[in-house]
């Protein structure tokens, strides 16, 4: 079983970027998609992105297109949030995920947080107006 852990988080103003870690550990080599999502105190989880495992594909929540990248570092087992322009509507916590079913390289429809069955402890983004 994998085990993720994040890091990154903090208090930032409207405007500003952070940046996201999710640290993978328990496997060398990993056939499966990593993303984000994302809770807000009173409302569902919200898919934020995910990347394929081989890193050439990526797909992301309509609230957050254009303004986050999701990437890889396939070697150190990472995956990353760059968050720029942030909003206050961006605060919440925000989970590192690994999808259920491996070799996935497309998502023909925004991904539901019951695809993913790994998921980590979570970081607080809050952002201030």
């Known amino acids: 079983q994998v085990v993720l852990v994040e890091s990154g988080g903090g208090l930032v103003q409207t405007g500003e970027s952070l940046r996201l870690s999710c640290a993978a550990s328990?496997?060398?080599?990993?056939?499966?998609?990593m993303g984000w999502f994302r809770q807000a105190p009173g409302k569902e989880r919200e898919f934020v992105a995910l990347i394929s495992w081989t890193a050439e594909t990526a797909t992301y929540g309509d609230s957050v297109k254009g303004r986050f990248t999701i990437s890889r570092d396939r070697g150190k087992n990472t995956v990353y949030l760059q968050m720029n322009s942030l909003k206050p509507e961006d605060t919440a916590v925000y989970y590192c995920?690994?999808?259920?079913?491996?070799?996935?390289?497309?998502?023909?429809?925004?991904?539901?947080?019951?695809?993913?069955?790994?998921w980590g402890q979570g970081t607080q983004v809050t952002v201030s107006s």
């Open positions: 328990g496997r060398t080599f990993s056939p499966y998609a």
């Open positions: 995920v690994e999808e259920k079913v491996p070799n996935r390289l497309s998502w023909p429809r925004s991904p539901s947080p019951d695809e993913f069955d790994s």
